[in-house]
């Protein structure tokens, strides 16, 4: 069974930064890609972040710039440093993992809450 534990969010002013972690654990099988996504109350879950396992990413245009992801293959984890928030920012972000065991699945986090003030 594959988890994957989220750390990170909290409380910032805006143009304040976080530091989002998530370690993927158990049965992964071979890596795929790791990212971010998040989700505010009565909207579509969005792509934030992701990074595939040969290092290319891939950002929404509302964070370019601002957010970077980074991954240590080694131990399953991915890091998303989010900088000069912006209050638009406030959201659940998930951990996203996809990885294939004879077929290709992806794997969620629980999610963690970023929210920024003005």
């Known amino acids: 069974q594959v988890q994957l534990a989220e750390s990170g969010g909290g409380l910032v002013q805006a143009g304040g930064s976080l530091r989002l972690s998530c370690a993927a654990s158990g049965n992964i099988g071979t890596l795929i890609e790791m990212g971010w996504y998040r989700q505010v109350p009565g909207k579509q879950r969005e792509l934030v972040a992701t990074i595939a396992s040969a290092g290319s990413t891939n950002y929404a245009d509302s964070v370019k710039g601002r957010f970077a992801i980074s991954r240590d293959n080694a131990n399953y984890t991915v890091y998303l440093q989010m900088n000069s928030l912006k209050p638009e920012d406030t959201a659940t972000y998930y951990c996203?993992?996809?990885?294939?065991?004879?077929?290709?699945?992806?794997?969620w986090g629980k999610g963690t809450l970023v929210t920024v003030s003005s």
């Open positions: 996203m993992t996809k990885a294939r065991r004879v077929y290709v699945f992806n794997y």
